[in-house]
Nanobody, 120 residues
Framework: QVQLVESGGGLVQAGGSLRLSCAASATIFRDSIMGWYRQAPGKQRELVANISSGGAANYPDSVKGRFTISRDSAKSTVYLQMNSLKPEDTAVYYC??????????????WGQGTQVTVSS
């Protein structure tokens, strides 16, 4: 059963923008920290952004000021708006849901991944 469905990846020139979407089941979405991770060839998967159920967002320095994460509870969807894209942003982007974080019932869910390629 697919829990997270991503869309919005593609090819863009440096300096351009893309928006990723991740639709989740409502049951998972409402009590999860939703996030985006990425993995470039030969590199470890890294956090790009996450957002709590209360709307608090967190970004690493590499994307701060360029990427914005948001969530729409009515649609059980999390978005990643990526602006001023750089070639080093090229990677497979994965949606993540950390359900019931900080509890013994905590569960991690992953999407299938979507390719983002930024040409120079």
């Amino acid at each position: 059963q697919v829990q997270l469905v991503e869309s919005g990846g593609g090819l863009v020139q440096a300096g351009g923008s893309l928006r990723l979407s991740c639709a989740a089941s409502a049951t998972i979405f409402r009590d999860s920290i939703m996030g985006w991770y990425r993995q470039a060839p030969g590199k470890q998967r890294e956090l790009v952004a996450n957002i709590s159920s209360g709307g608090a967002a967190n970004y690493p320095d590499s994307v701060k000021g360029r990427f914005t994460i948001s969530r729409d509870s009515a649609k059980s969807t999390v978005y990643l708006q990526m602006n001023s894209l750089k070639p080093e942003d090229t990677a497979v982007y994965y949606c993540n849901a950390l359900r019931r974080p900080g509890t013994v019932y905590s569960t991690n869910y992953w999407g299938q991944g979507t390719q983002v390629t930024v040409s120079s």
